[in-house]
Every structure is written in structure tokens, then in C-alpha cells.
């Protein structure tokens, strides 16, 4: 039964292997294309890119990192569902409150600085 699993496992990873390598070597042929047919309309090279990396995607999807890839976007949108927003009033106020400190602070920072530089230029007696 384990010799089975394990055969099992190989194949598995064999197949994921094999489909990272095909999703490689088709984005490989279309910078290939995309480079070879520079003369040739950038939209349409950029429609074939459009028409080919949906199935890039859809195959890289069926590995096992895809899936993982999936499952995430898939429990961070549960998540994000869960968020209570703000109101545009709390929002604004609280942005509001957020300006006034900022401007408390660079007024206390500029106090202390020309403190400092007064008694700087006091001791070194550069000031009168």
C-alpha cells in the first residue's frame, strides 16, 4: 500500500513539474513571438498576449502552487468580506483629527528646533 502512495506522490509531482514546464516554454515562445513579430501591430500583439495568458493561467492553476494560490484568494476574499468599513463621516473625521495632530507636531519639532539652534548658536557664540 506505501510503495503504491509513493508511486502515487512521484506522479504527482512528475505532472506538476511537466505543467510549470509547459506554462515556461508557451510564456517563453510568446516573448519569442512577440520579439520576432515586432513589425506586425502592437495591439495585435498585445490581443495575442491577451488570448494566451488566460490559458497560461488556467494551466499553472492545476499545479499544485496554483491551487495553494487559489485557495488564498479565495480565503482573503472571505476575509474582506468580514471588514466593517467605516462611514464617510467617521472617515472624514477621523481623517480631520489626523491633520490636526500632524500640524501639532511639526509646530512642537519647529519650537524645539529653533530652540536648539538658539542655544547652539548661544554656546558656541555665534549668536549674540
Same mark, same amino acid.
Given at each position: ?30 516573448? #519569442? ?6 513589425? #506586425? ?23 499544485? +502552487?496554483?491551487?495553494?494560490?487559489? +485557495?488564498?484568494?479565495? +480565503?482573503?476574499?472571505? +476575509? ?23 500640524v501639532i507636531i511639526a509646530l512642537l519639532l519647529w519650537g524645539v528646533d529653533g530652540t536648539l539652534m538658539w ?10
Amino acid at each position: 500500500m506505501t510503495m503504491k502512495l509513493a508511486t502515487n506522490q512521484q506522479q504527482g509531482e512528475t505532472l506538476n513539474k511537466t505543467k510549470w514546464l509547459v506554462v515556461i516554454l508557451l510564456f517563453a515562445a510568446g516573448v #519569442v513571438a512577440n520579439y520576432y513579430y515586432s513589425q #506586425v501591430s502592437p495591439t495585435l500583439r498585445m490581443l495575442a498576449w491577451l488570448a494566451g495568458l488566460p490559458a497560461l493561467a488556467l494551466i499553472a492553476s492545476q499545479t499544485r +502552487e496554483g491551487k495553494q494560490i487559489l +485557495e488564498y484568494i479565495r +480565503e482573503s476574499r472571505l +476575509e474582506l468580506r468580514k471588514i466593517t468599513w467605516p462611514t464617510r463621516q467617521e472617515a472624514t473625521q477621523t481623517t480631520f483629527m489626523i491633520a490636526v495632530v500632524v500640524v501639532i507636531i511639526a509646530l512642537l519639532l519647529w519650537g524645539v528646533d529653533g530652540t536648539l539652534m538658539w542655544l547652539i548658536g548661544w554656546l558656541t557664540g555665534q549668536r549674540g
